[in-house]
Nanobody, 124 residues
Framework: QVQLVESGGGLVQAGGSLRLSCAAS????????MGWFRQAPGKEREFVAS????????DYADSVKGRFTISRDNGKNTVYLQMNSLKPEDTAVYFC?????????????????WGQGTQVTVSS
């Protein structure tokens, strides 16, 4: 059983930065793609970013391209989301997720395991 634990959320002013981390338990972390999703109040959960098994391929939602960077450290079983130039519309609960495949995906149904989420609040 895989467990994913997010950390690094908090309150930040618009224009600021945060780095989210997601630590994964279980074996074979380095074989699987990872993703970040978010859910704002009253809205459906949406794709943010995905990274393939090696870290050599990434994919981003248009709304975060150029501001967010996803990365991973397979030696630490951890995936990161560096968020810069934050906007109030980035306010949401952020979830990390793990696929049981090595390539990236923006579809929630492709992810088998999910963390509990971490709150990010951006004030204007």
């Amino acid at each position: 059983q895989v467990q994913l634990v997010e950390s690094g959320g908090g309150l930040v002013q618009a224009g600021g930065s945060l780095r989210l981390s997601c630590a994964a338990s279980g074996r074979a972390f380095s074989l699987y793609a990872m993703g970040w999703f978010r859910q704002a109040p009253g809205k459906e959960r949406e794709f943010v970013a995905s990274i393939n098994w090696s870290g050599g391929s990434t994919d981003y939602a248009d709304s975060v391209k150029g501001r967010f960077t996803i990365s991973r450290d397979n030696g630490k079983n951890t995936v990161y989301l560096q968020m810069n130039s934050l906007k109030p519309e980035d306010t949401a609960v952020y979830f990390c997720a793990q696929r049981q495949a090595g390539i990236t995906s923006s579809y929630q149904v492709d992810y088998a395991y999910w963390g509990q989420g971490t709150q990010v609040t951006v004030s204007s």
